[in-house]
């Protein structure tokens, strides 16, 4: 079965410092790649890419892919105590599979 | 408009017992899939309903059964509980591709 990898599992950086989460995956039947923020419970859609190349943003963050390396980076510029967060990514596949394959999640914690 | 809604917020059982769990989809979503995060884990794919039917599952045992309404809520049941099936159990509900996941159930086995 596809398998979804995130690094590094933790992080621990100041407000204001720029961080870079990396998720690879499998290729099998891949569709699309998506990230969430879970604080507590429930994971909040932040990103979903299917193409190579093109950078999705949202205020301070910003993903991209790379469908020839199969990875995708989460960037999160002048962090703040409240981006303090587990961010996971899942891969999507085709072929009438409906589930969302998740990475184990980095756990960032921003201190003031 | 309500979001995607679980019940109970947490819920503490004896190995051996039984549970159900129960999710209200997102208005307008038709689709519910059910997912396992253990502590430190990503979600894990448990099975997703669509139509009253089980349209997809994933590798958990037959003690892990469903039931989809024909308003479209869900059940998750869990039989024989194992204390290896303390976990976040996360509902998402959808119409066509993107899920919205409610904020969970924390089963605690002891």
């Known amino acids: 079965e596809d398998k979804v990898v995130q690094s590094p599992l933790s992080l621990v950086v100041h407000e204001g410092d720029t961080v870079t989460l990396n998720c690879s995956y499998e290729v099998t039947n891949f569709r699309s790649l998506l990230w969430y923020k879970q604080e507590k419970k429930a994971p909040t859609f932040l990103f979903m890419l299917t193409s190579s190349g093109i950078e999705k943003k949202s205020g301070r963050l910003s993903s991209i892919l790379d469908k020839k390396e199969l990875f995708s980076i989460l960037n999160i510029t002048a962090t703040q105590t409240g981006d303090s967060a587990v961010y996971l990514c899942a891969e999507t596949l085709t072929s009438g599979t409906y589930k969302y394959i998740f990475g184990t999640g980095t756990r960032l914690k921003v201190l003031a | 408009d309500a979001g995607v809604t679980q019940s109970p917020t947490h819920l503490i059982k004896t190995r051996g017992q039984q549970v159900t769990l129960r999710c209200s989809p997102k208005s307008g979503h038709d689709t519910v899939s059910w997912y396992q995060q253990a502590l430190g884990q990503g979600p894990q794919f448990i099975f997703q309903?669509?139509?009253?039917?089980?349209?997809q599952r994933g590798n958990f045992p037959d003690r892990f059964s469903g039931h989809q309404f024909p308003n479209y809520s869900s059940e998750l049941n869990v039989n024989a509980l194992l204390l290896g099936d303390s976990a976040l159990y996360l509902c998402a509900s959808s119409l066509g591709f993107e899920q919205y996941f409610g904020p969970g159930t924390r089963l605690t086995v002891t």
């Open positions: 309903y669509y139509e009253e039917e089980e349209r």
